[in-house]
């Protein structure tokens, strides 16, 4: 039996921020928590109480991450057992060795030219200054006590539609911000010259992944702790591509002046780093995406649009949105 199958058989809560969201949550069977990332108490008690926890709300908030270690470590010390836990990191702890400006991997020596979550001592070497890496020490802290199973999962840029009844009104990170910035500058830019590399994966097969993380994990047969990293891969594609799709579809919808894409953002990890990745650990538990790549990524920019533009029109369009890149 694997996960997937008595899975139905556990008790399963969620933190929402909205009442409105917990009413959701508990006609779907969902035990509803309300609170928030900065509720530490609850988040410790609620993770106390369970066996599993998956973090997937903001890689950046470390007193989170910090009390829900510190629950699931209480709850080891009472029932003499080990939770799990699954935490989202994001690829651009990946980006600190990349100059950040947009040039061409064969230009950007000093980054590394692949990223693959099978060599545990290249990613221990990570500098503590990287995007998101105190919030991963977090983590591996708690793997060192060995109180507690960590999983880390690093997604790429993720596009795509994602399932269920919350996925209409959800969007990533990386490409909304792009769209968002073309919109604000009324032109689609790109870094430096805008062949700078990234991963991508779809957001229904990185679900998948955390699936198929929990089954091994429940079976004891993942990767896990120091070791236990997991880079999510579909394809590479350069920035400037995706600018470029970003310049077409504002410009076929009349809000910029061009659709040719042009240099212009500010150099940095975000948009003009080379982070490229392979999916070692997750391939050999089974694990393959199926929604495709860089191909449907830029075909999906047209959905990324209609949430940006809705977002603008609600009047929450200069908010920051939690990242996971």
């Given at each position: ?7 139905r ?14 009413e959701?949550?508990?006609?779907l ?28 709300a ?10 829900i270690?510190?629950?699931l ?6 029932t ?17 060795n ?6 061409s ?16 001592a ?5 500098p503590?200054?990287a ?8 983590v591996?802290?708690a ?17 795509g ?24 500058h ?8 805008g062949k ?45 591509d995706a ?14 002046d061009?659709p ?66």
């Open positions: 039996m694997t996960s997937r199958e008595y899975v058989d556990y008790t399963i809560a969620a933190l929402v921020r909205r009442e409105s969201d917990a959701l949550m508990r006609e069977g969902v035990e509803a928590v309300v609170g928030s990332l900065d509720d530490g108490d609850l988040l410790r008690r609620e993770s106390a109480r369970a066996s599993i926890v998956f973090n997937t903001d890689c950046d908030h470390q007193p989170s991450a910090r009390a270690v510190q629950g470590s209480e709850r080891a010390a009472a003499k057992t080990r939770p799990i836990l699954i935490h989202t990191s994001g690829a651009g702890v990946l980006s600190t990349s100059k950040g400006t947009g040039v991997l064969d230009k950007d020596p000093t980054a590394a030219l692949l990223w693959d979550d099978a060599d545990a290249a990613h221990a070497a990570i503590a200054y995007p998101h890496r105190l919030v991963d020490l977090e591996f802290a793997a060192k006590s060995g109180l507690v199973k960590t999983y880390l999962v690093v997604p790429p840029t993720v596009f539609r994602g399932l269920g009844p919350f996925a209409e009104n959800r969007m990533s990170i990386q490409l909304p911000r792009l769209i968002y910035q073309s919109l604000a009324r032109r689609a830019l790109y870094v430096g010259e700078a590399q990234w991963t991508n994966v779809h957001v229904a097969d990185l679900a998948e992944l955390y699936l198929v993380i929990l089954d091994a994990a429940v079976r004891g047969i993942a990767p896990e702790g120091l070791e236990g990293l997991y880079y999510p891969t579909s394809e590479y594609f350069t920035w400037s600018s470029d799709r970003i310049g077409h579809v504002l410009y076929a919808k009349g809000l910029i061009s040719i894409a042009t240099t212009g953002l500010q150099a940095g990890w975000f948009w003009g780093s080379n982070v490229r990745t392979k999916c070692t650990n997750g391939e050999k538990l089974g694990w393959k995406p199926v929604h495709g790549g860089t191909k449907e990524m830029l075909a999906d920019i047209e959905w990324d649009t209609a949430l940006v533009l809705r977002l603008v029109a609600s009047g929450r369009g200069s908010r920051e949105s939690r990242s996971s890149a």
